[in-house]
């Protein structure tokens, strides 16, 4: 007998997942009664390949396999993805039928990173002539430099993302463009009295997604873009595709659907008309990636396939003052005066709020009021300094304080700086992209002594021996001995034997390097990494999740440098190679981004960082939540968190061109489902930190002023 699918529908914290998996263990236990097999080995096999879980995002992914797991006591593995991670696995399975069918050449495909992804497109795009080369576009490419050509690339790869996620076609994005923008103003700068149309940029736009598209296709390169137009166009309605995935799967969980892109409706549906039973949690003040693919009205549609069961019980702070907060935020002329769960911090200048915030944190952690793990501090919008200013603050009262999903520059990180300046040391022709100071830093860095826990050349020696030992003969660079420097007895013993032995390193490594020993800058900072840093470092989590995430850049991008050679006929030199990767790494586009640790029992307790997005994305919940600049305009943005006319690609858009009055209604709903999300996470208590001024001087009057008028101040 068929089961009837279910659809889970509750706010914030109602209990949607817990549902979802009380339902996938019934299910199991259901199949497991209707199945003779022979061993437990055999159910197990059967049961994992039977059933596929879905989470919104990869935090949330790991946390529910752990649920699962649990919730059944391990009798199998349980086969948990992401819809973007689901669908580069499959296309990766059945990229035999891809090519066949769009006739490329068969070789393995390789996913870019989107830095990458950024910067083989700008290299392709900053080519793309007509023939004359004397057209408005080609005058309009020729001025994008700088920020306004990143922004440019960025936004219109965008584009591919946005149309493969909504099943769009990628030939009708120019008319999207052009029926759905109202005066140009989501364009850039154009060119001052040049002739290109906002139709013509459009075109524009679509000719260079075409172009990146065939070009990428060609060499056997994927991006997430594309990934989501293969999968929808041509992978999924593929009857040989469509057989395998009836066998495959009975069982389709999804929890959190309302971040999922329409394609993954498409897919739901198609696995529901082939008899299997599916499991679906959406939440209507979710909703948390709407701008970033996510198509949440597409996937509610999915109410209609099944059971409804609406989950209403609410949070206490959400259930008694979500109406009123809600108000308040949309209606500036209402006065409500708000319980004492809602308390304000606050002050004139933005510096004294986060000196004043951080240290009314510090002491009710010292009062034992309450505890750095239920302590999270959520703001619209993140600056440097106001993430310098509490870590300092709180660390220098040793509590701990955790960044969420902190991406640092790799370039940042004076272990990663040393080994690039030390490949541009090693291999010829390099030198005149690293000065003095690099040269000092380098020296530095790799001539620390784990004993005595200190460089054995400090950076005053490093900067006198850069300056009087490092020469540059034409392209070439060459350590002089120490001797030929006039005082070198004030450089001592010490920092003397260190210098000596990194530039014999140096030397032995160049001539492995020229006798082709070492194949690759690869090799060369994998032989670095090993001789110059282990041996050295006693390594941070940090230290060790960046020179991770350099070797596996360096992986990738000679990787995919690979693969174009083989495709060109024209490759570039080793040489130009490397300078664009050294290049690439000090832009600061490629960050480390360490994977969560996993803790045996009772987590580590730290007070939570984190902005508005990275805060609903990981769906927890604190006593005491600080809303943090909370007068500040950004509350009611969208900000990085929408790409470029991401709301012209929902399947729900009318098809008439973009208004004022549409924006001003997105930012009025992204507001409130904030607001409730964020009340249905917390506990006890709201703190709203408020200060006259912000960060650039300028008065603040964001919509949520209303609310800090209405609470006590502390």
């Not at 080994?419 to 790799?446: E, K, N, S």
């Amino acid at each position: 007998m068929k089961r009837t699918s279910l659809w889970i529908e509750g706010t914030t914290r109602t209990g949607k997942t817990t549902e979802l998996i009380q339902a996938f263990c019934s299910w199991v236990e259901d199949k497991r009664q209707h199945k003779s097999l022979s061993s437990v080995q055999s159910v197990t096999q059967n049961l994992a390949s039977s059933v596929l879980v879905f989470s919104a995002n990869d935090d949330n992914r790991r946390d529910l396999a752990d649920r699962l797991s649990l919730a059944v006591q391990g009798s199998y593995p349980i086969y948990c993805k992401t819809p973007i991670g689901w669908m580069r696995d499959e296309i990766k399975l059945f990229w035999p039928l891809l090519f066949e069918e769009l006739s490329l050449k068969a070789q393995f495909p390789l996913l870019l990173r989107p830095e990458t992804e950024q910067f083989l497109a700008t290299e392709l795009w900053r080519h793309h002539r007509s023939n004359d080369g004397n057209s408005p576009e080609d005058q309009f490419l020729a001025s994008l430099t700088g920020n306004s050509e990143f922004r440019f690339v960025r936004q219109t790869l965008d584009l591919l993302q946005l149309a493969g996620a909504s099943g769009v076609m990628v030939e009708h994005i120019p008319y999207i463009l052009e029926h759905g923008l109202e005066g140009g103003q989501y364009f850039l700068e154009q060119l001052n009295n040049s002739e290109m149309t906002e139709t013509s940029l459009g075109q524009l736009r679509g000719d260079l997604i075409l172009e990146w598209q065939k070009w990428c296709l060609n060499r056997g390169l994927l991006t997430y873009g594309l990934i989501y137009t293969l999968y929808w166009r041509y992978l999924l309605p593929n009857p040989r595709y469509q057989d395998h995935l009836t066998t495959r799967y009975q069982g389709i969980f999804a929890d959190d659907v309302d971040d999922y892109p329409a394609i993954a409706a498409d897919v739901f549906k198609f696995f529901l008309d082939h008899n299997a039973f599916g499991v679906f949690t959406y939440n209507p003040d979710g909703q948390v990636r709407l701008g970033l693919n996510a198509d949440p009205q597409s996937l509610s549609q999915l109410s209609s396939h099944g059971q409804v069961k609406i989950l209403d019980n609410y949070p206490r702070i959400q259930s008694n003052y979500g109406e009123l907060i809600t108000q308040l935020a949309t209606n500036p002329l209402l006065v409500e005066t708000l319980p004492d769960c809602f308390t304000s911090i606050q002050t004139i200048s933005r510096a004294e709020l986060l000196r004043k915030t951080a240290n009314f944190i510090v002491e009710n952690i010292k009062s034992k009021q309450i505890n750095p793990e239920d302590v999270a501090i959520i703001a619209p919008g993140l600056d440097e300094i106001a993430r310098y200013t509490l870590l300092e603050i709180l660390s220098a009262a040793n509590i701990p304080v955790k960044p969420l999903n902190e991406q640092r520059p790799l370039i940042s990180f004076p272990l990663v700086k040393g080994l690039l300046t030390l490949l541009g040391v090693v291999y010829p022709g390099l030198a005149r992209l690293f000065y003095g100071d690099d040269i000092a830093q380098m020296l530095t860095i790799l001539s620390y002594d784990n004993r005595q826990k200190i460089a054995a050349i400090d950076p005053v020696r490093a900067g006198l021996i850069a300056d009087s030992c490092y020469q540059i003969n034409s392209e070439n660079c060459q350590f002089i001995p120490l001797e030929n420097y006039p005082r070198w007895d004030r450089i001592g013993h010490r920092a003397t034997e260190a210098y000596n032995s990194l530039v014999d390193w140096i030397k032995k490594t160049q001539l492995q390097v020229e006798q082709e020993q070492l194949s690759s800058p690869m090799k060369v900072l994998d032989k670095a990494i090993k001789e110059l840093i282990e041996v050295k470092y006693q390594l941070s989590y940090q230290q060790l999740s960046a020179l991770k995430e350099l070797t596996e850049t360096t992986q990738h991008f000679w990787e995919i440098d690979r693969r174009l050679r083989e495709s060109d006929p024209n490759p570039k030199l080793p040489r130009a190679t490397l300078i664009e990767f050294i290049q690439l790494l000090r832009r600061g586009t490629i960050t480390a981004n360490p994977r969560p640790l996993y803790y045996l029992g009772t987590k580590p307790s730290y007070v939570t960082l984190a902005t508005v997005f990275q805060y609903r994305s990981l769906k927890s919940c604190h006593r005491w939540q600080f809303w943090l600049d909370i007068s500040s305009n950004l509350w009611e943005k969208g900000g990085a968190s929408v790409l470029f006319c991401a709301p012209l690609f929902l399947r729900k858009w009318s098809g008439q061109s973009l208004t004022p009055e549409d924006d001003f209604e997105a930012d009025k709903a992204r507001l409130k489902r904030i607001l409730n999300d964020l009340l249905g996470r917390v506990e006890d208590k709201v703190i709203l930190c408020h200060s006259d001024l912000s960060v650039k001087g300028t008065e603040q009057t964001g919509p949520l002023l209303t609310i800090v008028n209405g609470c006590k101040q502390i």
